[in-house]
């Protein structure tokens, strides 16, 4: 891949309300991207269910490490 067909975070999170899962070098999940304009709102069930389930974290616990 060349530099220049790289793409940032805010470059991939194009749509309003997209939200991201971003993960270290090893695997592990680091944090989870919640859009500003819904950062006050419940995450969606599906992305609790994703998170509970593939990656045995529950985001209600960890909702204070958001990054946005």
């Given at each position: 891949?060349?530099?220049?067909?790289?793409?940032?975070?805010?470059?991939?999170v194009?749509?309003?309300?997209?939200?991201?899962?971003?993960?270290?070098?090893?695997?592990?999940?680091?944090?989870?991207?919640?859009?500003?304009?819904?950062?006050?709102?419940?995450?969606?069930?599906?992305?609790?269910?994703?998170c509970?389930?593939?990656?045995?974290?529950?985001?209600?616990?960890?909702?204070?490490?958001?990054?946005?």
């Amino acid at each position: 891949m060349s530099k220049k067909d790289k793409t940032t975070l805010d470059e991939a999170v194009k749509q309003e309300g997209d939200y991201a899962l971003i993960f270290d070098k090893q695997g592990e999940l680091v944090s989870l991207f919640v859009p500003e304009e819904l950062s006050y709102d419940p995450i969606p069930v599906n992305i609790k269910e994703i998170c509970k389930h593939m990656l045995n974290i529950d985001v209600e616990k960890y909702q204070e490490r958001r990054l946005h």
